[in-house]
């Protein structure tokens, strides 16, 4: 089955630094989401990647899924405490049975806290 | 559009007794997925719907749980009965189509606590 694994598990970062969160895959992704979490709340959909080597920006948050497309990193630069949260990284394996499910397999995620 | 509606936002109820957790999906939206979230076991697909009718349920942890979506603007998801290790949040989502190319959005989740 799929498995995502996602590092760090929780990150303290300052205000105004930049972070990286990473997410990895056992085996090669079809897609891989970011989502994001506040505490109490739903997820909201940040970006989607697909192909190998592909990187996606929105605001101050940068994305890259790697050649292999089995690893993906998520980029923050200059922190604000509005990107505090939980972020997740959700995929669909390149080849599943048929009888596994189409839906998405999360990570863990990870848990950004930004100091003021 | 409203988003993903769920209801209710909280609940609270008895070990043994049944609980039903509902879902509306964005109108025109055609799969619709139940999750479950726990801090032990993050986020989990119980089961997915394509055109209301469900194509995997794999991920749905025992004959207690089943879930329903007699039309495509709404679906239920039912633990009968209930144990306090169903403690959770249950989220419902809904796309335009399979994961694959698409978006998902989330439903504010249904926050459930057995006693």
């Known amino acids: 089955s799929q498995e995502l694994e996602q590092s760090p598990q929780s990150l303290i970062v300052q205000e105004g630094k930049n972070l990286t969160i990473n997410c990895t895959s056992s085996k090669t992704l079809y897609g891989l989401y970011w989502y994001k979490q506040k505490y109490g709340e739903g997820l909201i959909f940040l970006m989607m990647l697909q192909k190998g080597g592909e990187e996606k920006s929105h605001e101050k948050i940068t994305a890259k899924l790697d050649e292999k497309k089995q690893q993906s990193s998520l980029h923050i630069t200059a922190s604000q405490p509005s990107h505090a949260g939980i972020y997740l990284c959700g995929a669909v394996p390149v080849l599943y049975s048929g009888g596994g499910a189409d839906g998405l397999t999360f990570g863990k995620g990870t848990h950004l806290i930004i100091q003021p | 559009d409203a988003g993903v509606i769920q209801s209710p936002r909280h609940e609270v109820t008895e070990m043994g007794q049944e609980v039903t957790l509902r879902c509306k999906p964005i109108?025109?939206?055609?799969?619709l997925f139940w999750y479950r979230q726990t801090m032990m076991r993050g986020l989990e697909l119980l089961i997915y719907f394509n055109n209301n009718v469900p194509i995997d349920d794999s991920g749905m942890p025992e004959d207690r749980f089943s879930a329903k979506m007699p039309n495509a603007s709404f679906s239920t998801l039912k633990i009968q009965p209930s144990e306090p290790r169903d403690s959770a949040v249950y989220f419902c989502?809904?796309?335009?189509?399979?994961?694959?190319?698409?978006?998902?959005?989330f439903g504010q989740g249904t926050r459930l606590t057995v006693v």
């Open positions: 989502a809904s796309s335009l189509a399979r994961w694959a190319n698409t978006e998902a959005f």
């Open positions: 109108s025109g939206h055609n799969s």
